[in-house]
């Protein structure tokens, strides 16, 4: 089974920036889509964004567009989102996860339940 193994949370000012970095723990797991999500207790887990493996169709929540920026290295299996002007509503353990199958529906690349492998989850704190 591959897994996905995150980095770069950690605690961070409001208004300052963290890059967050995924890699899939087999270089030739085929994956069609990665993406980010985040969760703060007692909610559910909400999408954030994602990208495309092929091509270059990205993928973001309103509430981060502008903010932050995703992508992907492919020939690393590594997907990464940089964020930009962090408030401290962004505080949340962020997950990234990998979609299997193509969808000829782009709007199904932001619902989180499509996607098939999860990571363990980093921890990021936006202080005000």
């Known amino acids: 089974q591959v897994q996905l193994v995150e980095s770069g949370g950690g605690l961070v000012q409001a208004g300052g920036s963290l890059r967050l970095s995924c890699a899939a723990s087999d270089r030739t797991f085929s994956v069609d889509a990665m993406g980010w999500s985040r969760q703060t207790p007692g909610k559910e887990r909400d999408f954030v964004a994602a990208?495309?493996?092929?091509?270059?169709?990205?993928y973001y929540a309103d509430s981060v567009k502008g903010r932050f920026t995703v992508s992907r290295d492919t020939a690393k299996n590594t997907v990464y989102l940089q964020m930009n002007s962090l408030k401290p509503e962004d505080t949340a353990v962020y997950y990234c996860a990998a979609m299997v199958k193509y969808y000829s529906d782009g709007y199904l690349y932001t619902r989180m339940h499509y996607y098939d492998v999860w990571g363990q989850g980093t921890q990021v704190t936006v202080s005000s």
């Open positions: 990208v495309r493996w092929i091509g270059t169709t990205t």
